[in-house]
Each structure stands twice: as C-alpha cells, then as structure tokens.
C-alpha cells in the first residue's frame, strides 16, 4: 500500500514534499530529487533550502511560518535550482495537516513550474507597458470606459487636455466635459451604442482645462470576451478644431465667392466678410475701409459690429500717415500693428477717441488689387491689448485675400458694366456692331447693333440662312465666299448691300477674322458697319468735288480766251478762204473740179481742226461721269502744251519738255488728268508773272516711277514759297495768287488721290518750286466716280458735208 501510494505521489505532475512545522523535510518525491539533483538523505531536514535562491529563501521561511501560524492553505513564488545550477521560478502551495487537537503537525506542499507563464507575464507587462508609452504619447485622447460608463483608463493626452487627474477620472460622469448644447446627443449615442454594442463616431465640442472649447471626433469600439459579451469600450477622440475652423473658413469663403460671382452689393460682400471673420477669430470686431474714387480719403466698407460713432470718425479722413492704422495701411500699403492703443503715440487725434470706445488693439492690413495698388483696409479691433499669433496672422492673410477678390470684382464688374454701356453707345453712334460665330456648328453670338443693322429681333435664332436670306441677291457669292473663308480659319473684308423688308438698301462693310477656341473650334470674331450714310455722303462729296472741278476748269476758261480764239480763228480763216476759192473753181467755165476738190480737202482739214478744238474744250469744261481708258501720259501733256502755247508765248514762258521715251499706259481718266496738268501749267505761267531778271522757263519732265508708277513734274523759275507751307498749298480756298480762289491745287489733289496716287511740292534749290504728281499704272481699285465728263465727238462741219456731197 505505502509503495502503491509513492507511485502514485511521484506521478503528480509537481514537485510534492512534506515537512514538519519547523521547516525541515521529511519526504521529497522523486520528481523534486530528480529536478534538483539532491539525494533523498541529502535533501531532507534542512537540505532542501540548498535548492532555494538565497533571495527568495527568507521570504519562503516567512511564508511557511504564517501557514504553521494561521492553519490555512497559503501560496508563494520562489526561485529553485536546476540540477544544472539554473534557476526556474516554481509556484509553492502548501497546506497544513493537523492533528485531533487541532494541532498543526506537517505540512503537505507541491511545486509547480511557472518560469514560462512568469516570462510570459513579464513580456506581457514590457508590451503594456510600450503600449501605455505608445497611447500616452499620442496626439489624442484615448479612454477605456466599463460598460455602464466609468472611465477605467484615461491617457495622459486626455488628463492634461482636462486638467485632471486618474482618480478624479474614475468620479466623472459620461458626457459631463463636453459642451452643454453637444452635451444631451452625447448621452442619446452613448446610450445607443451601449445598448445595441454599436460603434460610436460623433463630433463634439470638449471644454479644455482653461474653459476654451474645441472640436474633437469620437469613435468608440466594444471590447468582447470569448463569449461575445462586451466588458470594455475604448475610445478615441481626435482634435479637429482647425478641421472645423477650414470647413468653416472654407463654407464662409464659397458664400462670399458665390456672392461676387451672382453680383451681390460691395457692401453686403464686405459685412459677410467681417462677420465670417468675427466668428472665426472670436473676441474680436472687424472693418473693412475703402480708398474713394480720388484715391485719397476713406470711404467706409463694412463694420457691422462696431459702433456707428466709431465708424463716422472714420469715414472722410484723409489717407495718410496721422489719420490712424487704417489711413497709414492704406498709404502705406503694408500691415500696420498696434498692440496696444494706451501706449500708441502715432495717431493722437485717432487714439482717443478708439479708446473712448473700448477698443485697445488693432491690426490694420491693406487690401491690394492684383497689380499690387492699395484700394483700402482690412482692420480687426481688440477690446484688450494683444498680438496677432502666427495663426491669426495665417488668417488675416486669407481674410486680407479675400477681401481684395470681393473688392477688385466688384469694381472690376462696375468698370466693365461702364465698359458694355460705352461700346453699345459707340456701336449705336458708329453703326457698328460685332459678332462671333462657329462656321461649323452655324452658332452666331450678335450685339444689339448688329441685330439693329440686320433689322432682326433680338430674339431671333441667327444662322448663315437668315443671313443669306436679308443680303441683296446680287451680293451673295462674294458673302458665301466669306463664309468659307471663314471656315478654314482666314480673315475677311468685304463690303455688300443688305435688302430690308421695306425693300429700301444697306451698304455694309464686313472686316473678320479667325481663331480657335480654348477647346481648338474655330471661331469666326468680327465686325459689322452700316455704310449708308457714308456712301451716300461719299456720293455728295464726289458731286461736290465735281462740281468745284467744273468751276475750276471754267475759270480757267477765262484765263485761255485769247489762246482759244487765236485756236479757233486760224482754222475758220482757212476755212472761209478755201470756201471762196471752192466757189470760184466751180463757176468757171469749164469749171476746175480737181482744184475745186483739193480746196475742198484743206476746208475739211481746217475744219477739223477747229473741231478737235471745239472737242478738246467741251471734253474739258462739260460735266459728266468719270470714265476710265488707256492713257499715254505724254500725249495728254502735249495735247495740254498744244492748247496752251499761244497763252504761254504770250507771257513770255518758254517751255521745255522731258517727255520719257519708255513711259507705259496708265488706266486713267483722260479729261481729269489733263485738268491736273492744266491746272500746274497756268500756276507756274502765273508764278512767272512777275519775273523780269531771268527766263521764264516752264520745265516739264514724266518718267517712270518705282512700284509701277508714273510721274510729271512741272518745273518753274518763278518766286517759290516757304517750306513750311508745302502741305497748306493743296488746302482748299488757301492761294498765294491776288486773284485766285485757292480751289486749284485742291481739286488737282483730289483728282491725284481718287487714281490711287499721290501729289507734292517742293521749293526749287534755286528760284521757283516743282509740282508733281504720280499715279499707279494700273489702280488696286476702281477710279472714283462722277468727277468730271466723258469726251463727246463733235457734230459733223459744213466742210465735212460739203465733201460727203461731192
């Protein structure tokens, strides 16, 4: 029986012993003997303790008395010796066993390995402590709350933020830190959350320990046993103030952008500006002032929450450096900081009186358009002395911004609104109007002037067939012609008549040009003008212009009368004579036909000639339209020397003539051309009048111009004029001649510039001055209208008769 029960001890999965109340053993099963290394002689009474750490031994005999002493089962830890000399941590239980009497009389113990689960625990201790290291140093306050809402743990983060410490902690009730309007959701989600075992997330303003509240995020989540049952909820809660404070700033900023952007009142921008600052910054009142339209005094912008005395004392003051922070920001155009007003000694006159209102700070910031020019301040006013910190600073910095976005857009709104209003004026003045249009979409966009051009309603939906549809049929391909053009990105410019409903015509000139698009479409911008009133002007201007040439041949006409008779009487004297001697052959007996027929001959010559006269003079001064030919410019020059000689001898003025042998055809108006020349011949004979100590020496020179051009000069040696007046001679009604009108040179000028040429003087390096005039072979455009009068063939002589009869 007694080895059946040593089997059965030393089978127990521990090291059992038993000892007397003295401490010293009586038995060791073999598993201790095996462990230790000890016999079993060796081992009992005392020897046993050889296997015990020495720092652990006296807590062990203090251990084993307090059984002996109190009769009950007692527990201890304690380090024994491997038979290796290693020490492994060993769980001691011992219990008493006593005798009838009560008496304790040995005690009965086993040992068990615990060296594992103790390092166990202590790893398990070293991670909980990194971890509490980890939660304490985190920027966020994390809490352990037990299921009926007792804070368990709180972090470090959390007792500083409060100002509290752990044991006060564990006193506080769920939600009481929290702000009293957060306060009762709060308690409504915590109770949610801990009912249903749902995570709790929700925002919320938490008081810090100096009664300033911010913005922190909560999330709770349930701890669960292996049963699934919640025994612990922890929690995070993250700072979102500044969060908070940029949703904030940024819903304010999307309001005041949205009110610029639908035109609000610069007034209702700038108070929805201030007040977003007032709530923002809190503790604190804002203004915003305005440079005037001088540039040099304040005008108010917003206050809305500082007193309307105040602001009257502001408005009005001049902008410089003694009108107060904002004046000299203003002036200045940089940030001006008072951090306390008591002590301020820069604006006397400003001080007292923003003291006398309770203000006793201001930071004064300027508002600068995009080109950096101040157009006024942003203020924010202090009831206490204070200094901006970096973030208020950060602040006034975007505030400042935004105030200069709502300010330049609104002026920069006013000034294009004046803008619009000036070019639809200058449109409806200019009967201009513009357009832009995608040739390939047919999308037009028109201005008012346009559609008034057009004669459509405003309303109507514009495309390239109503166009078509109001341009007079005639002028059409040259307009589709245009709209291709326009279609492959080039310009145009042409001109067409528009035929209005009530059938009446418009000259229009059209002038486009095309570009693409920011999305690469190309678009067609241009401009439209009623040219109406302009043709019909040009056309009594041409009249006009007809007119006074008409008058200035006509003058002229005086001035050639002896040169014209002594023309005309030549040729009628021969006439009269070879008639006589005609009549005299043909009464002879027999009558002399051969000599009557070659009298015949000279009376039909020299009535020729007395017709080219007639012609020649008819064709200079009769009125008609222009009419443009091939023109040999030397033989008009003769023609016009020829028609002249007689009255050039007899001013004694002796012609040279530099006529070009190479000198190609011009497309001109013959009869005006010659007018021109006319016109320089008779100047130059008068300039000549007075001239007795030299020749009276008319030169006339053509030659052949650069850029197919063609040039006269008529040089004379007569008194010249001053250099300064070379341009005032082509004036009209501006002479240098007692009898002249002044209308010469004029009309020559505009009779030059309707062939596309040009005409100049210049003073001679000696006596007199040279007139010239040069004119395109061929004119880029068609020669101007109703000037002076096509050449009419004279009616047929008697002397063309007579010989027709014979």
């Given at each position: 029986m007694e080895n059946e029960l040593s089997r059965v001890v030393d089978a127990l999965p521990g090291l059992v012993w038993t000892a007397l109340p003295d401490g010293h053993a009586d038995f060791l099963n073999s598993r201790w003997l095996e462990y230790t290394g000890l016999g079993s002689e060796e081992a009992k009474g005392k020897g046993w303790l050889a296997a015990i750490h020495s720092d652990d031994m006296p807590h062990l005999l203090e251990y084993l008395e307090t059984i002996v002493a109190s009769g009950e089962t007692g527990e201890f830890e304690a380090r024994m010796r491997r038979f290796d000399g290693a020490y492994r941590w060993f769980h001691f239980q011992a219990s008493p066993l006593r005798d009838p009497m009560g008496r304790v009389i040995r005690l009965c113990g086993i040992n068990r390995d615990i060296e594992d689960r103790r390092r166990a625990d202590e790893a398990v201790r070293v991670l909980e402590g990194r971890y509490r290291a980890i939660v304490d140093g985190l920027p966020?306050?994390?809490?352990?709350?037990?299921?009926?809402?007792?804070?368990?743990?709180?972090?470090?983060?959390?007792?500083?933020?409060?100002?509290?410490?752990?044991?006060?902690?564990?006193?506080?009730?769920?939600?009481?830190?929290?702000?009293?309007?957060?306060?009762p959701e709060v308690l409504k989600r915590w109770s949610h959350s801990a009912e249903t075992g749902v995570p709790y997330d929700f925002e919320a303003r938490l008081r810090r320990a100096d009664g300033v509240y911010r913005w922190f995020h909560t999330s709770g989540f349930p701890l669960r046993d292996t049963e699934g049952r919640i025994f612990l909820w922890y929690f995070l809660q993250t700072d979102i103030e500044d969060r908070k404070r940029a949703e904030a700033l940024l819903f304010g900023e999307k309001q005041l952008l949205e009110m610029v952007a639908r035109g609000d009142s610069r007034s209702a921008v700038l108070e929805a500006l201030c007040r977003l600052v007032e709530r923002t910054a809190s503790d604190c009142y804002c203004s915003v002032v305005l440079a005037d339209s001088s540039g040099?005094?304040?005008?108010?912008?917003?206050?809305?929450?500082?007193?309307?005395?105040?602001?009257?004392?502001?408005?009005g003051r001049p902008i410089n450096l003694e009108a107060g922070p904002c004046g000299m920001a203003t002036y200045l155009n940089e940030q001006i900081i008072s951090v306390d007003l008591t002590s301020e000694t820069r604006w006397p006159s400003w001080c007292p009186m923003a003291l006398k209102h309770g203000l006793q700070a201001c930071w004064s910031t300027p508002i600068s358009s995009a080109d950096g020019k101040a157009l006024g301040a942003f203020a924010i006013y202090h009831k206490d002395p204070k200094t901006p910190t970096s973030l208020l600073q950060d602040l006034i910095k975007q505030f400042t911004h935004i105030a200069s976005i709502a300010v330049e857009r609104v002026q920069n709104d006013a000034a294009l609104k004046r803008s619009e209003a000036l070019l639809a004026q200058a449109q409806t003045l200019s009967l201009t109007g513009s357009f832009g249009c995608y040739v390939a979409t047919d999308e037009h966009f028109w201005s008012g002037e346009t559609f008034n051009i057009f004669g459509y309603e405003t309303s109507a939906n514009i495309s390239f067939k109503l166009i078509l549809e109001r341009v007079h049929p005639e002028d059409r391909p040259s307009i589709e012609q245009a709209i291709e053009s326009a279609a492959n990105g080039l310009g145009c410019d042409c001109e067409c008549r528009l035929l209005m409903p009530d059938g009446t015509l418009k000259h229009v000139h059209f002038v486009a040009h095309g570009t693409r698009d920011h999305s690469g479409r190309v678009e067609c911008i241009g401009a439209v003008q009623d040219m109406t009133a302009h043709r019909r002007s040009e056309e009594a201007l041409g009249k006009a212009r007809s007119e006074l040439a008409h008058v200035a041949r006509v003058t002229s006409l005086g001035e050639l009368t002896a040169s014209i008779a002594h023309e005309v009487n030549q040729p009628l004297s021969g006439i009269i004579t070879n008639a006589g001697t005609c009549l005299r052959m043909l009464a002879a007996d027999p009558p002399n036909l051969d000599g009557a027929r070659e009298t015949a001959r000279r009376t039909i010559r020299d009535g020729n000639r007395a017709a080219d006269v007639v012609a020649r003079l008819r064709a200079l001064f009769a009125k008609g339209n222009t009419v443009a030919d091939t023109v040999d410019l030397n033989e008009a020059t003769r023609e016009v020397i020829a028609l002249l000689l007689k009255e050039l001898q007899r001013s004694r003025v002796v012609v040279h003539t530099e006529l070009a042998g190479d000198l190609p055809a011009i497309t001109a108006d013959r009869v005006q051309l010659q007018q021109v020349i006319l016109n320089l011949f008779l100047n130059a004979s008068d300039a000549m009048g007075g001239v007795e100590d030299r020749p009276r020496r008319l030169r006339v020179r053509t030659e052949r111009a650069e850029d197919d051009h063609v040039c006269l000069s008529v040089q004379d040696a007569g008194v010249g004029f001053e250099p300064e007046n070379a341009e005032r001679l082509f004036d009209a009604f501006y002479t240098t001649k007692l009898q002249g009108m002044g209308i010469g040179l004029s009309v020559s000028r505009s009779i030059v510039e309707s062939h596309q040429g040009r005409m100049w003087a210049v003073p001679n390096e000696g006596p007199g001055a040279t007139f010239s005039f040069s004119i395109p072979c061929r004119p880029a455009r068609p020669i101007g209208v109703n000037s002076v009068s096509a050449i009419r063939p004279p009616a047929e002589t008697d002397a063309q008769h007579i010989v027709r009869t014979l």
């Open positions: 966020a306050i994390v809490t352990l709350l037990s299921t009926d809402g007792h804070v368990e743990h709180a972090n470090r983060y959390m007792l500083e933020y409060l100002g509290t410490t752990s044991e006060e902690m564990r006193d506080r009730a769920v939600g009481q830190a929290f702000h009293p309007d957060d306060r040099k005094r304040v005008e108010h912008g917003a206050a809305p929450s500082l007193p309307s005395t105040f602001i009257n004392s502001i408005i």
